[in-house]
């Protein structure tokens, strides 16, 4: 299937860098719009109907969070992916609630940013290593007892998933769980959407959050 993108960005230099990289390094992908704000964002997806959007989180005129906010009250359920020079909660939180498929800092490698547009591709969620590590730190030091139903949905998961939770929980990706478990990648995001379903997760977030406060990580 052929992947057309919107890029947002306000800085022009950085979108047409970014567009460039896409192109080159990927196949079967289209880059259909250049927006510098989500105001101009909105207007440009009305008229391309992009698969996924590569969105900035901090622009003027409209942000990238209040852009996808926009996109979910009128039913547009594109794929966004949100980049940023900052690794905000807030705003990190705010985008996956928002149904944002990944967070990356805007310091991504080409070489990173190809892999990760084609884990999309696969229906994975992305969270770069550096929100990653910010978000289990953060659920370290905020957590709290957890209730007895949480403690009771782990009995759903069977040991292999528990033992892939935890990992999640330590904030290793699915290359890293599938390295230190001999498993295949593909092996590991059946297991790590099983997980999702069983919990009713909506994303790697939450997972992170779950596995820390259910004291599968120390």
Do not use: W
């Not at 759903?156 to 769980?177: A, P, T, V, Y």
Request: aromatic share 4%; glycine share 6%; with cysteine.
């Amino acid at each position: 299937m052929m992947l057309r993108i919107v890029i947002v960005d306000d800085q022009r230099m950085f979108r047409e860098n970014l567009k460039t990289v896409i192109e080159l390094s990927m196949e079967d992908t289209e880059v259909v719009g250049l927006a510098a704000n989500g105001a101009q964002a909105l207007e440009i997806i009305h008229e391309t109907s992009p698969n996924l959007v590569i969105m900035d989180v901090n622009m003027p005129v409209m942000n990238g969070v209040e852009c996808v906010r926009a996109l979910r009250s009128e039913g547009n359920e594109v794929m966004v992916l949100m980049l940023t020079m900052f690794d905000d909660e807030e705003f990190m939180i705010d985008s996956l609630e928002l149904g944002a498929v990944g967070y990356l800092l805007k310091d991504t490698s080409p070489e990173h940013f190809a892999r990760a547009l084609k884990s999309l591709q696969s229906g994975c969620t992305l969270l770069s290593r550096q929100i990653t590590q910010k978000l289990v730190l953060d659920a370290k030091k905020n957590k709290v007892q957890l209730p007895d139903p949480i403690c009771e949905e782990l009995f759903r998961l069977s040991q292999r998933e528990f033992e892939i939770l935890r990992h999640i929980g330590l904030g290793k990706d699915n290359q890293e769980i599938s390295d230190a478990l001999h498993l295949s990648q593909g092996t590991v995001r059946n297991y790590v959407s099983s997980i999702y379903e069983k919990l009713s997760l909506k994303d790697r977030s939450q997972a992170i959050r779950f596995a820390i406060q259910a004291g599968l990580v120390k």
